[in-house]
């Protein structure tokens, strides 16, 4: 297994996850979550070769529902976790150029 398709999918684990955190439920329509599902969206279209048919499919349909709900900016949690995870992606993807 790569090490990006391993980061990948252990960043997917992390957003379903959260999705199952009664804690967390409204991050699902905060922009950090959005901004998350883009750059995962991003790295996978990217990499379409490494990673499942379903995870991107999962991914693309749950950023695609941006259009669909109310997205509130940042609403300034401490620890934001998709804020953090985007930043590990971001720098990942840089370090692999």
């Given at each position: 297994m790569t090490g990006i398709k391993k980061f990948l999918e252990n960043i997917y684990k992390?957003?379903?996850e959260l999705k199952r955190n009664?804690?967390?439920k409204k991050c699902?329509?905060?922009?950090?979550?959005?901004?998350l599902l883009y750059y995962m969206k991003e790295?996978?279209?990217k990499n379409e070769?490494?990673?499942s048919k379903e995870m991107l499919s999962n991914i693309?349909?749950?950023f695609n529902k941006r259009k669909e709900v109310k997205i509130y900016q940042c609403l300034g949690c401490?620890?934001?976790p998709?804020?953090?995870w985007t930043t590990e992606l971001i720098r990942k993807s840089k370090t692999r150029r």
């Open positions: 992390r957003i379903l009664d804690e967390y699902l329509n905060c922009d950090c979550y959005f901004g790295e996978l279209q070769d490494l990673i693309l349909s749950a401490d620890p934001c998709p804020a953090e």
